[in-house]
């Protein structure tokens, strides 16, 4: 007699859930998707869901957050030498270079984030666990606390000009993330500062 075993499926992960969750928020949009919705696609149960995340918008940010821990071990090998804003634009950029093949998912992730207010309004803690990231590195720099003024401001003007470049690529679709990272984050080291 063969018997089945209760509980989750072998190879069921964080990323299948993303994966499952961004197919059913397209097709069906992020309200009229439920957690059940998204366990019984993955074959777990609802209770099982909420060992993974705490609730649905949290799946999307999961990549996010996985970028965050990038960007503070980028920064921890950061050589002394590479002046501080030359070294954000370069570790911001490079945390943000895609394969091709992720970049439609990248994409829809994006655009769920910017047009779903419930996925917006999520977005506060995980924007902070960025702009920290970089604060931080900004404050070793600088011999300054993290929460000093010039650290803070390091982080949330990088997090900005981040934010615009992301904006400018989801609008456009006409060049590679890094193109607009790069040229949001080479204004900001020169201080926005032009010729004209």
């Known amino acids: 007699m063969t018997t089945t075993r209760a509980g989750r499926p072998r190879g ?5 859930l993303e994966l499952i969750a961004m197919r059913l928020f397209t097709e069906q949009g992020f309200d009229n998707t ?20 705490p609730s649905k918008a949290e799946v999307l940010w999961h990549q996010f957050d996985a970028e965050v821990d990038a960007l503070r ?26 394969r091709a093949e992720d970049v439609a998912e990248l994409r829809t992730r994006m655009h769920l984030v910017a047009t779903v207010p419930a996925l917006a309004a999520t977005a506060g803690p995980h924007y902070d ?13 600088l011999g300054e606390p993290e929460d000093a003024l010039v650290p803070l401001a390091v982080g949330r003007t990088t997090l900005a000009a981040a934010r615009a470049a992301f904006d400018a690529w ?6 590679d993330l890094t193109v607009y990272l790069d040229q ?6 020169r201080g926005f500062a032009t010729d004209r």
Do not use: C, Q
């Open 12 to 16: 069921t992960t964080k990323r299948d």
């Open 34 to 53: 439920t957690v059940e919705h998204i366990a019984a696609a993955a074959g777990i149960s609802g209770r099982t869901f909420f060992r993974y995340f």
């Open 73 to 98: 071990t980028a920064f921890a090998t950061v050589p002394d030498e590479l002046p501080m804003m030359t070294a954000v634009r370069r570790v911001v950029v490079n945390a943000n270079t895609y």
């Open 129 to 141: 666990a960025w702009e920290r990231a970089v604060s931080a590195f900004a404050a070793r720099r």
């Open 170 to 175: 989801l609008r456009n679709a006409d060049a």
């Open 184 to 189: 949001a984050l080479s204004a900001l080291e």
